[in-house]
């Protein structure tokens, strides 16, 4: 209780007083509380890629939309190059709060949120703009909210291209060429199913592993789109890159519930759609890193193989579509993202 009031407990005065003073006085804190703006707050980001790398400057172009509209209460601070951990800890960070928000591909989210799977299914998508479709739409939206079931909130998704074989020791010019090699890949139980699907050996390394294991030949070869296989310097150890194009499977934004639970009703819409406008930037930013990446492969002298028969990879992963399908729980969402046109 305020001095004032004890003063007029001690005057004497009538505890009806008091108490309607007591009443005033929560009353005001009450409306104060109703009109103060959210407190101000600085989110942490991770993204395993180098700084330039079109995905870390999408969750800056993402900062600078929440500054502008929240009036500079609320920021993102970017962590790029694996400065808060490799994928797999970092997840595990996400969904217990230790950081906020999570740029990560659906590929290593699977074990943690198996509805992310389906998006990493090899050859489901038939190009990339089927994929834009699924994910810019009510699958996508779907898909993003059920990630609240597994202790995390899906903001968007971001573009990932297509992810091709690339190896050290021979080229990969028909899927026979696989038998026998040890393939990086990422630390996921649908991917460990693919590379074995294919013929090959599959070995889960962390993303930063991946160029020391080529060049002391811990594994032959390893898959991914051309921008990471340039920026990460893959190519300074695996000469023949072969667009198997298996995947199409795309980042996804991740927030973690602790840092959503402290953000207002209107906060949450001005990151969300904040979130959204970054997917579009980096897009763009996206398509001519991809060519780009292209281009420098070939200078630096990798044989690019692109004119295969990707048949015989698609039919040696159809039983991996099957199973899935054939699982209730995205029989649905298979089929409707397939008949998506």
Not at 219 to 245: C, L, M
């Amino acid at each position: 209780m305020s001095t004032g009031g004890m003063g007029l407990l001690r005057a004497g005065r009538r505890a009806g007083a008091s108490l309607a003073l007591g009443a005033a006085i929560a009353a005001a804190a009450l409306g104060a509380a109703a009109i103060a703006p959210a407190q101000a707050r600085e989110f942490r980001a991770a993204d395993i890629q180098e700084e330039t790398y079109p995905t870390v400057q999408a969750l800056r172009a993402m900062d600078q939309l929440v500054a502008e509209r929240t009036g500079g209460r609320h920021r993102i601070r970017v962590f790029h190059s694996r400065q808060l951990g490799e994928e797999s800890q970092t997840i595990e960070q996400t969904r217990v709060g230790a950081i906020d928000m999570n740029r990560i591909n659906v590929g290593a989210m699977g074990n943690m949120a198996p509805i992310l799977n389906v998006l990493a299914l090899p050859f489901l998508f038939r190009s990339v703009d089927h994929l834009y479709k699924v994910v810019d739409g009510p699958i996508g939206d779907e898909i993003l909210g059920a990630l609240e079931s597994d202790g995390l909130i899906g903001l968007t998704f971001y573009d990932s291209g297509a992810r091709s074989i690339y190896t050290t020791t021979r080229p990969v010019n028909v899927i026979d060429d696989l038998s026998g090699l040890r393939l990086r890949v990422q630390q996921s139980d649908l991917m460990d199913r693919m590379v074995k699907a294919l013929g090959a050996e599959p070995v889960g390394l962390a993303y930063g592993q991946v160029l020391t294991a080529l060049q002391t030949k811990l594994v032959d070869g390893a898959e991914n789109n051309f921008p990471s296989f340039i920026s990460a310097g893959h190519y300074k150890a695996a000469r023949y890159y072969t667009v198997t194009q298996h995947t199409m499977s795309p980042e996804v934004l991740i927030m973690s519930q602790r840092a959503w639970a402290d953000l207002s009703s209107e906060d949450r819409m001005i990151f969300r759609e904040a979130a959204r406008k970054s997917s579009q930037y980096m897009r763009e930013q996206w398509l001519d890193r991809e060519r780009r990446s292209e281009q420098q492969a070939i200078e630096a002298g990798v044989n690019v193989i692109s004119k295969i028969n990707r048949k015989p990879f698609e039919d040696a992963t159809k039983p991996m579509r099957d199973a899935m399908r054939a699982d209730p729980r995205y029989r649905s969402l298979i089929e409707r993202i397939e008949a998506v046109r």
